[in-house]
């Protein structure tokens, strides 16, 4: 691992969304889109928020099983159709990221190998 990065690790795919159509047309064709992708190999889970301050602006939060799954389900040819319908409504900024740390209410779950730093407790106590 020359990067420090695990390719076979699970990866999330971070979408910012500003949508220039109708926001109601927008979720649907976005929903359209989740159920295509929720039927692709390697696909764990995704959420759609839309921001309070600016209702014209969502992020999709998509975790994948990997790398691999991610680029193999978005270079599929059913999946240009999707893409297509999204940027008509909307343009968008992406990328692809690997946890390096992660936190619940509950404390410290996961600090990615390869973090020199002590790991200090964070729950608050």
Do not use: C, K
Request: proline fraction near 6%.
């Amino acid at each position: 691992m020359p990067d420090g990065i695990r390719h076979d690790a699970e990866v999330t795919f971070v979408n910012r969304f500003t949508v220039h159509g109708p926001a109601a047309e927008f979720e649907e064709v976005f929903a359209r889109t989740s159920a295509f992708m929720a039927r692709q190999p390697g696909f764990v889970r995704h959420s759609l928020l839309r921001e309070l301050e600016d209702p014209a602006v969502y992020v999709n939060l998509a975790v994948w099983a990997d790398r691999a799954s991610f680029r193999r389900a978005v270079g599929r040819p059913e999946f240009a159709p999707h893409a297509a319908a999204l940027r008509a409504l909307s343009h968008s900024e992406n990328g692809l990221f690997t946890a390096r740390l992660s936190v619940s209410g509950q404390g410290l779950e996961h600090l990615a190998q390869g973090l020199d730093d002590p790991v200090l407790d964070v729950r608050g106590e």
